[in-house]
C-alpha cells in the first residue's frame, strides 16, 4: 500500500485546512485510514482514525475540529481541520491498516499555523 497525501500549508489562526491522502496498490486489504502528527519534540499522536464499519474516532482534543471522511470509490480519505491554532503545527502523516494488521505511512504533509 502506497499513501499520497496533499494539502498542507500554511493557514492563520482560525482558519481551516482540508488534507486528502490516496490509497493505491492492495487497496481491498485496507480496513483503516487515519491521519497523525507529529510536532517538533513530540511524539506522533493520532489526529484521526476511520475504522471500517465503525464511526469515526477523535481524540477529545481533536473532537469538534476536525472531521475525517473516505470517499471508498478513489480510496481517498479526507481531514477537514477548523478552528486552527499555532499549536496544531505539524508534519501530518497519512496512516492505512490492512487486513493482517500491517501498517502503512506516508512521507507527511507539512501544516503550519500562523498566529
Known amino acids: 500500500v502506497q499513501l499520497q497525501a496533499s494539502g498542507g500549508g500554511l493557514v492563520q489562526a482560525g482558519g481551516s485546512l482540508r488534507l486528502s491522502c490516496t490509497a493505491s496498490?492492495?487497496?481491498?486489504?485496507?480496513?483503516?485510514m487515519g491521519w497523525y502528527r507529529e510536532a517538533p519534540d513530540k511524539p506522533r499522536e493520532q489526529v484521526a482514525l476511520?475504522?471500517?464499519?465503525?464511526?469515526?474516532i477523535y481524540p477529545r482534543s481533536m473532537e469538534g475540529r476536525v472531521t475525517i471522511s473516505r470517499d471508498n470509490a478513489e480510496d481517498t480519505v479526507n481531514l477537514q481541520m477548523n478552528s486552527l491554532s499555532p499549536e496544531d503545527t505539524a508534519v501530518y502523516y497519512c496512516?492505512?491498516?490492512?487486513?493482517?494488521?500491517?501498517?502503512?505511512w506516508g512521507l507527511g504533509t507539512q501544516v503550519t499555523v500562523s498566529s
Open positions: 496512516y492505512a491498516r490492512d487486513i493482517s494488521g500491517e501498517n502503512f
Open positions: 496498490g492492495s487497496i481491498r486489504a485496507i480496513n483503516a
Open positions: 476511520l475504522i471500517s464499519g465503525r464511526s469515526p
